[in-house]
T-cell receptor
Framework: GIQVEQSPPDLILQEGANSTLRCNFSDSVNNLQWFHQNPWGQLINLFYIPSGTKQNGRLSATTVATERYSLLYISSSQTTDSGVYFCAGAYNQGGKLIFGQGTELSVKP | EAGVAQSPRYKIIEKRQSVAFWCNPISGHATLYWYQQILGQGPKLLIQFQNNGVVDDSQLPKDRFSAERLKGVDSTLKIQPAKLEDSAVYLC???????????FGPGTRLLVL
């Protein structure tokens, strides 16, 4: 079946450090989203990025659709960035998102 | 703009009991999704509606789960009877259309004892 793989599974950073999270997907996507799940379980939209590059403050994302991967960059990390980051892809114009297993980020003060 | 609303936020029941969850999507969103998130995993789609019609329910355990979206707005998801393995967070999401950004509600945490 269609697979979404994220790496690394866990990441511990010191406040102020930068990081890169990776998402590989096994088939072409028509929707690719990055989410941050906070400690209360809320899934917060970060980017809708089936291709190209977007930036929002300290966060940016790049999807290279032809090579089937997406990257999420977090710069100058803060303790509030802690939580689990998910990427999810949808295929065949269907809408159903297939989620990766997530990257658990912990930012220490 | 109001987000996706869900209730209840928490529910504890005993196995074999029934439970229902409610979702109110963002106004104007045609597509509504129910996902199940088991602890330590990413969410998994249970059912997808386009207006009030079912688009995908291939992973819905239909012997115990049912869902409806009457009038193409609010939706309810029901489990009857519940099993221990149904303990999870049930997330509702909506989007303008199938290929658009999906926005998630706060979820309902279900514990089956």
């Amino acid at each position: 079946g269609i697979q979404v793989e994220q790496s690394p599974p866990d990441l511990i950073l010191q406040e102020g450090a930068n990081s890169t999270l990776r998402c590989n997907f096994s088939d072409s996507v028509n929707n690719l989203q990055w989410f941050h799940q906070n400690p209360w379980g809320q899934l917060i939209n970060l980017f809708y990025i089936p291709s190209g590059t977007k930036q929002n403050g300290r966060l940016s994302a790049t999807t290279v659709a032809t090579e089937r991967y997406s990257l999420l960059y977090i710069s100058s990390s803060q303790t509030t960035d802690s939580g689990v980051y998910f990427c999810a892809g949808a295929y065949n114009q269907g809408g159903k998102l297939i989620f990766g297993q997530g990257t658990e980020l912990s930012v220490k003060p | 703009e109001a987000g996706v609303a869900q209730s209840p936020r928490y529910k504890i029941i005993e196995k074999r009991q029934s439970v229902a969850f409610w979702c109110n999507p963002i106004s104007g969103h045609a597509t509504l999704y129910w996902y199940q998130q088991i602890l330590g995993q990413g969410p998994k789609l249970l059912i997808q509606f386009q207006n009030n019609g079912v688009v995908d329910d291939s992973q819905l355990p239909k012997d115990r789960f049912s869902a409806e979206r009457l009038k193409g707005v609010d939706s309810t998801l029901k489990i009857q009877p519940a099993k221990l393995e149904d303990s999870a967070v049930y997330l509702c999401a909506s989007s303008l259309d199938r290929t658009e950004t999906q926005y998630f509600g706060p979820g309902t945490r279900l514990l089956v004892l």
